[in-house]
């Protein structure tokens, strides 16, 4: 979830970002309900339930999110809304011909043999694609460069979520195998396995998605230092699209959810463009309200962390070989990686589309729905916001 806002202007006074509406007489149950009109209605409480409806239909509004794909064009995920990078944060950046000596040292691989090319895109890092040579084999990499503290920041949640992916995982998505500081001054670099999206190789593990999702989503969490059980978080903060996401560990999900997810991005929308009351308030319903009532402790006794991958839509998903080892597999890449709830990745999936009827039938046999199985629609509406 990438979200922000642009500051209104007199143009927008014809198509108001905020419009509060209030609806009584409405059963219990809380229904979070996600139109397919470009309006979102966002319950608030079990009783007396206040829609606040966000119009994202501006152009002011319209994401832009291109995909830092391995060979593949990038696609656009148009409700993705990453924070515009200001001029001292911009990640993108040039290569020479000759593979900075950090990378090398990193990698431990000698540059005479070693050749990068720009490879792919991304509207977030330059991409390239390293080849070298090790004891007499050929040997390919996928780099990413960046600029500024927010690459910085990016790589570093980048390769945690890709190694604690592939560790439990393995054959799911490419290892990262280093990450910091180029000697360029203020110059930052990710290495990892070179994914191969237009291979056909046999071999492979032959696992579904929904399989090896299951998996990930069942393997127990660690128990981070300090703390004596699992937690919800993630060891370091990591991106969606351009946005920091603060992943401090915290004892519940819900309290996970609300305060670093949903209030965080209004954190982050109050400080990049001011404050909103109307905004504000409708953020703090939901995670005051709906948030504890859907999957507070209470009602969903049954939530432990696992791993998810956090930004799953179509555009992170593919086939492919990895690290020119064995066949083509079901991949995905570009994690925002959290130990959170299972069904908070399926929020997202089922957000963008993508994902056919055969995964979703596979994955639920594998790992079914959790109590209440009846507002399995109202978590996953929820996790969509």
């Known amino acids: 979830m990438a979200i922000s806002f642009f500051p209104s202007t007199p143009e ?11 609806l009584t007489n409405v059963r219990p149950r809380v229904r979070v309900r996600v139109r397919t009109s470009p309006w979102t209605a966002i319950p608030s409480n079990r ?11 501006s152009p002011r509004h319209h994401a832009h999110c291109t995909n830092p794909t391995h060979g593949q064009q990038s696609r656009v995920r148009p409700t993705s809304m990453p924070t515009p990078p200001s001029k001292d944060s911009q990640t993108t950046t040039a290569m020479t011909p000759n593979v900075d000596p950090a990378i090398l040292k990193a990698l431990g691989i000698d540059g005479q043999h070693a050749r990068i090319a720009s490879h792919g895109g991304s509207g977030f890092s ?20 960046g600029s500024g503290k927010a690459a910085e920041l990016m790589f570093t949640g980048e390769h945690a979520s890709l190694n604690a992916i592939h560790n439990a995982v393995p054959s799911l998505c490419p290892k990262s195998y280093a990450h910091g500081a180029m000697s360029l ?3 930052y670099f990710l290495v990892t396995d070179f994914l191969d999206l237009a291979s056909t190789a046999p071999g492979g593990s032959g696992q579904s998605l929904a399989a090896k999702l299951a998996r990930l989503h069942t393997t127990p969490a660690p128990i981070p230092d300090g703390h004596d059980k699992p937690m919800f ?3 370091v903060p990591t991106c969606c699209g351009e946005t920091a996401q603060d992943n401090s560990w915290k004892p519940s999900w819900a309290e996970f959810y609300a305060d670093n997810r949903l209030r965080g991005i209004l954190r982050d929308c109050v400080s990049n463009h001011g404050e909103d009351d109307e905004l504000s308030e409708a953020v703090e319903r939901v995670a005051s309200k709906v948030v504890p009532r859907l999957v507070g402790e209470s009602n969903t006794k049954d939530i432990t962390p696992v791993l998810v991958h956090g ?25 925002s990686a959290v130990y959170g709830h299972s069904e908070y990745e399926l929020g997202i999936m089922r957000m963008f589309g993508g994902f056919g009827a055969s995964f979703w039938h596979e994955y639920e046999a594998l790992v079914p729905r959790a109590d209440p199985r009846e507002e399995w629609e109202d978590r996953l509406a929820l996790y969509e916001l």
């Not at 927008?12 to 209030?22: A, E, F, G, P, T």
């Not at 007396?48 to 239909?57: F, K, M, Q, S």
């Not at 070989?321 to 890449?333: D, P, Y």
Request: charged share 20%; proline share 5%; with cysteine.
């Open 12 to 22: 927008d006074d014809q198509d108001k970002r905020v419009n509060m509406q209030y």
């Open 47 to 57: 009783q007396y339930v206040t829609c606040t409806y966000l119009n994202l239909t």
């Open 126 to 145: 330059a991409t390239f694609k390293l080849s070298t040579t090790i004891d007499g084999q050929p040997v390919n990499y996928f780099v990413k460069t």
């Open 185 to 187: 001054p203020n110059k």
């Open 233 to 235: 978080g993630f060891p």
């Open 311 to 335: 930004d799953l839509w179509s555009g992170n998903h593919s086939r492919g070989r990895i690290g020119g080892k064995g066949g083509a597999e079901e991949v995905v890449f570009d994690p």
